[in-house]
């Protein structure tokens, strides 16, 4: 799951560059504390988690084409 990540790293970086930020949280690492809005739905969800602006989207797969269609539909509302 981290390669399909950073692939999307990459290639958002690429189509974006500045303008969209993508991180890949590892919920096992101390890097997880800082997201408490997030720690508070995860009973409730199923993992891989995307979250965009803050809100959870999409869960339970990487769904690529999905996250590059809501991203490039907040960045056309900008």
Same mark, same amino acid.
């Given at each position: &799951?981290?390669?399909?990540?950073?692939?999307?790293?990459?290639d958002?970086?690429?189509?974006?560059?500045?303008?969209?930020?993508v991180?890949?949280?590892?919920?096992?690492?101390?890097?997880?504390?800082?997201?408490?809005?997030?720690?508070?739905? &995860?009973?409730?969800?199923?993992?891989?988690?995307?979250?965009?602006n803050?809100?959870?989207?999409?869960?339970?797969?990487?769904?690529?084409? &999905?996250?590059?269609?809501?991203?490039?539909?907040?960045?056309?509302?900008?």
């Amino acid at each position: &799951m981290k390669d399909e990540a950073e692939d999307l790293i990459r290639d958002f970086k690429e189509k974006y560059g500045d303008r969209v930020v993508v991180e890949f949280i590892d919920i096992t690492t101390k890097e997880f504390d800082s997201h408490p809005q997030i720690k508070e739905i &995860m009973g409730k969800v199923r993992l891989p988690l995307t979250v965009i602006n803050g809100t959870p989207r999409f869960h339970g797969g990487l769904a690529v084409d &999905m996250i590059k269609d809501a991203v490039e539909g907040l960045l056309a509302d900008k």
